[in-house]
């Protein structure tokens, strides 16, 4: 088992940053952000392969958030830039150790996930 700990959301106006955090309790192959709103389905906002440091990232985002990890523990990072309110949504922290989904943003790849943090942007 793997726990996830994410930190970092807030309210910001349109145009504004945040950077959240998740913190694994272990390794995992991939780890991956995702954000779901009231009513709607879970979807994949970035993912990257610790083993390979590739990253994918859904066309909503891309170009405004950025997915890293910590060198040195078992630390996401997801930078999130030019915030717009649409953004706005619980964001999730999700991580597998299976093979062969490394970059999947579907939420079924993904069997650890954290509680959520979230994010509020106004206009």
């Known amino acids: 088992q793997v726990q996830l700990v994410e930190s970092g959301g807030g309210s910001v106006q349109a145009g504004g940053s945040l950077r959240l955090t998740c913190q694994a309790s272990g390794w995992t192959r991939s780890m991956g952000w995702f954000r779901q709103v009231p009513g709607k389905e879970r979807e994949g906002v970035a993912t990257l392969s610790r083993v390979s440091g590739d990253t994918t990232y859904s066309d909503s985002v891309k170009g405004r958030f950025t997915i890293s990890q910590a060198d040195s523990d078992y630390t996401l990072f997801l930078q999130l830039n030019s915030l717009k309110p649409e953004d706005s949504a619980m964001y999730y922290c999700?991580?597998?150790?299976?093979?062969?989904?490394?970059?999947?943003?579907?939420?079924?790849?993904?069997?650890?996930w954290g509680q959520g943090t979230q994010v509020t942007v106004s206009s």
């Open positions: 999700a991580a597998t150790r299976d093979i062969g989904q490394e970059l999947s943003l579907f939420p079924r790849d993904f069997p650890y």
